[in-house]
């Protein structure tokens, strides 16, 4: 089976090299264009690349040549780890010239007919994207994943919300690789930490509402909630933890919520992708878990680690919920939501792929 | 002036340890005795401690031969840095053959005759000392200082009990000094995070209401709110931040709580005292402070740093508060309690110093 | 073909740890019993064992019961992750008894007649098991690897040998992983390093010596040259990295040594072995490389990294050399060994994988 | 006595911000002018720079307007914190124009008539200032400090430069403050070390034997001996750590290089200076020491601390070095050198300032 042509735009970035490394030897997708800043296009992938993840970026890639921004792109699948400013136009001017543009930029995240896509969580919001051609005229299309800090969050509470959400107070502690690179001064985070993330608290405030609200036919229906977040950044490299505390309706019984949680599964639509972990979950019963470095690579870093389920005075129930910030929360869940696209038909030139998955 | 004499309990201790440097040149305590486990008994100081703090020993206590804690001690003054199963008999017989003891250790705390004293935030429940000299027959006494993390959260929330304080809400990420030398491994704090610290918790739910309670000639009554806390361990050798929201039944401006920090002082019994700070707190206004290695410091130690107030959705207030945890949070109260108790008359011997003081 | 069965001497310790990883799903070995202290002796050691690796101990060897060190063992193979103390007899008695032990303790690791084995290096050492047998009438025997330290340093100067090693200057910086669990207490650890590490310094400077020396039939005749060893303790979690010099009595062109290194191939006996890397190392041109977290997992943790080879005004060569240390530098060295000894015929019940091997 | 008003080039990073630290409450000097880059010139100073010291900045110091490095200054002493490429010319035209320029860039410091200054070490350079005046028709003068990591390394060999030293073999585990701010990434320094420091290794074989080479009346003859440097960057805030290995062509006992270090003075000029320790060395006999946190701020950080002296089995003697890297690395042996240029009658402004200390 041919694989699908992939573009990745700004990808010399910490994202980016992140989508390179995951991609390699993905049985579907194949990086095909590699897309940079006006510095880095015209030089090989490998000079204009400072690697910043382990080992080196795969021997064919580093070959390529570099592209700008504004050139054009053959391939029909487009991952975006590009800055929001230099996101927000050009995102929708590949979806609308025939991409399916995945997005892990901040800056469209919040159009009504965007998706923003976590498949294990709400993969029916995949038909927003019907809305989207029909409105925009688009053959392409563009769907988004969330905040990196926002998964864990939605992935460990998609299971509660049957017994009605009514408050939901969130304290991260976000590793480093979060702010890309260089990112973060190590003069900050040696014998320290940041209380502050610009940014982050007012999208864990509103992409949570987004990603656990409902697909109504034309347009998502916010979880109706109110959301508090604190966001902070620590000594860590990879790994998001957010101290979630939740005031639910219904008042079930802390073994319940275990058991949504050890029983909880994609929708069959998200089951069996090629990135998918075996469980989106997993709940930790040791005490002192989880924890960034020892978890954040549960299920190839696809999976979510909840711990430390208990009752909270003020709103009735808290844990920690850990995921792998630049997997789960960026290039894999990016990479996942294409592979539901594909499977799902969205990708015109990959039908027969998808066909051909079906038999 | 004749110094008066003190004795250190746990002295080779990390906590005991810092007791020994902030003693150093103290204008009223003199270091006279140090007492250790039998391990280190009969030994010199310098030889039975593990320094850890910053540069060596002060000469002199390094030459002194350590004394095991069923020895007789002659120094009215006691500060103790046990562990917690060590402190609860031998502090209770200590006071009661007329040492006055003022404990860093958990294990009287709650004792509703022992008063837990911040002088800056309840320097009035140091008259609980009389209760429990007239209930047991003491002449010394036995004084408490809080755990270590429950320290900013009731120096930060002082100024605003007169809003009415209906719920807190508490996420603490805490250095690891707070655990004691070696305490955490090396191996649970590089590119890590610990969501647990035992125990802690619970303190923090209990202990701030009985700082932040009213004494009422006989007894504290707690203060009457609800508390949530959840403790997590970060790769800091000194500082605790608590992450606070709270919900206050007046609604003050964000401008008026501002106000109150600023203004804030310590009660007029409580000022001038050798180890009190110009202030008890700073609100800071960059949006990314306070931070552990650069605030922890403020005021020699002893400052809480308070910084990034605003709205919480959920409980209508929220910010940061910090202190130095082995010298506001441990050693650095005992002794700021020590001085009140001087000065308040309740160290017999040292009345003369106190009336010296006072003219 | 049937699994050889394994024992771990030392399982619950951090080393040990590694043995279960990294014996998971090997194709030869399977671990059948696990041997704790006598406080874990008759737990199971998903109890016994505070796993600090990522993720959790294996579902299979988390529910055996921990045998004491005085157990009588069934497993032909036994891995041994003791302390210097336990191993010092214990190794010898149950070498003596019939079993196979592979060390990672240092307590014999300079008897004359057992061989130090870094199987791309001296895979012929091997041999000096048939002096160790006749000489001691033993049917079992004992190998050791080294230190973790010495790995990456034999592992770089072997190729360099035909040069004429005339002085050896080396100064390493260390993982805390090297020094088990809990280990390096986080105190010490953070905003800060050790410039000292209890008896690595004289390991690295007579391990070495061994380990490029010559097998003479009889005993190994070390390696004429004068080692200076500093070590140093850093805040990595693992891989240990040596800044190196070397005197050479040729003196070869830079060109020609990575020309020496990029060519160097395991001996033909150490090859194709299950845990063996495709090239047992590999020089990196990138300036600032190797870096411990970049580069330790080359080769799935056994693959040494070498950079920045350039003139040093003293002795001639300069240059730095990294290899994981709880992998390539201890448990999966100790099962490379067991594997070379399998092929090699001196595991007695494993003759006929062996031959199925050949085959 | 009237202080002498002082100009800071490149007061917003990192060094200039030391600059501003340390002359707080200066005796002498008093910061009147603070330079930036044309970013920052015409704000305050408060606003301008991005404070990364602990605390805040002094108060005065933040209302100050930020100047140009283009504008005219008044103050008759300058210390430049000037990137290299910007020092390069400026600080020579305003050396020319008057100023007594006390710089930390390495631009100028190999001139053959720029006195490289460390006063504990060559006090007696300072009378290169007398043939750099001559020569260039200046009446200001332009002095340098080392490299930081060069600071340890000669303030321990001075004592021994008496045996010969025949060669040098350094290797640096390096701060991050050493690179500036933000400088190095997170992102490289948390579990990891980064085994090259760009330009360092080069400056420490040149610069160090410059300053402990011999004035001649005219110039400057350079130590001869032979010195290899290898530069390493570790997870520490401030505090530069070298391994010293040292072959002396007489070969004094251990105990006598203790002795030379334990009564070794600066010279008499160099004594009684505001900012000079009490005494310049100190050797720690704990095993494990120096480290950088616990002993970076001995003598406020302006003592450099030497342990660990042993044989080296390749050059004869081994030890390790440690000075605090931005205190006595770079600004304040900034300052101790204005110090020494002010009691030596370089700055003409200051002579009745000198006068009057000199009674």
């Known amino acids: 089976m041919p694989k699908l042509d992939v573009a990745i735009l700004g990808a010399t970035g910490a994202v980016g090299q992140r989508f390179i490394q995951l991609l390699k030897d993905h049985p579907w997708f194949e990086v095909s264009e590699v897309i940079g800043s006006s510095r880095s296009a015209g030089r090989t992938y490998g000079e204009a690349a400072h690697w910043v993840l382990d080992g080196n970026p795969p021997a ?59 498949p294990e969580v709400n993969a029916d919001h995949i038909h927003l994207i019907d809305v989207q051609r029909r409105r925009r005229g688009w053959r392409g299309a563009l769907i988004a994943n969330s905040n990196c800090t926002v998964m864990p969050v939605v992935m460990a509470l998609k299971p509660l919300v049957k017994y009605g959400i009514r408050a939901l107070h969130l304290v991260s502690e976000q590793a480093v690789s979060g702010a890309g690179y260089p990112g973060v001064s190590s003069m900050d ?82 089951q069996n992708l090629p990135s998918a972990p075996a469980y989106p979950l997993q709940y930790l019963h040791q005490i002192d878990r989880p924890q960034p470095r020892r978890d954040r690579m549960a299920g190839m870093g696809m999976m979510t680690s909840i711990g430390r389920l208990r009752e909270c005075p003020v709103l009735g129930y808290k844990f920690a919920a850990l995921s792998h910030n630049t997997v789960r929360g960026a290039a894999g869940c990016s990479i996942l939501n294409a592979e539901l696209m594909a499977v799902a038909g969205y990708i015109e030139s990959f039908r027969s792929a998808e066909l051909a998955l079906e038999t």
Chains 1, 2, 3, 4 share one sequence.
């Open 60 to 118: 064919d890639v580093a070959a390529m040549t570099v592209k700008a921004l504004d050139d054009d792109f053959h391939s029909p699948l487009v991952f975006s780890a590009l800055p929001k400013e230099a996101a927000k136009t050009r995102e929708l001017e590949l979806a609308a010239s025939g991409h399916v543009v995945c997005t892990n930029a901040s800056a469209n995240r919040m159009l009504p007919d965007v998706p923003l896509l976590l």
């Open 189 to 270: 985070m040696i014998d320290n930490i940041v209380p502050y993330v610009p940014g982050d608290e007012d999208k864990m405030q509103t992409e949570s509402r987004k990603m656990l609200g409902a697909f109504n036919g034309e347009s998502i229906n916010l979880l109706d909630t109110v959301v508090s977040a604190t966001c902070t950044r620590v000594p860590v490299v990879d790994g998001h933890l957010v101290n979630i505390s939740v005031e639910l309706a219904d008042e079930p019984a802390l073994t319940s919520i275990i058991d949504d949680w050890d029983r909880y599964e994609a929708p069959a639509s998200a």
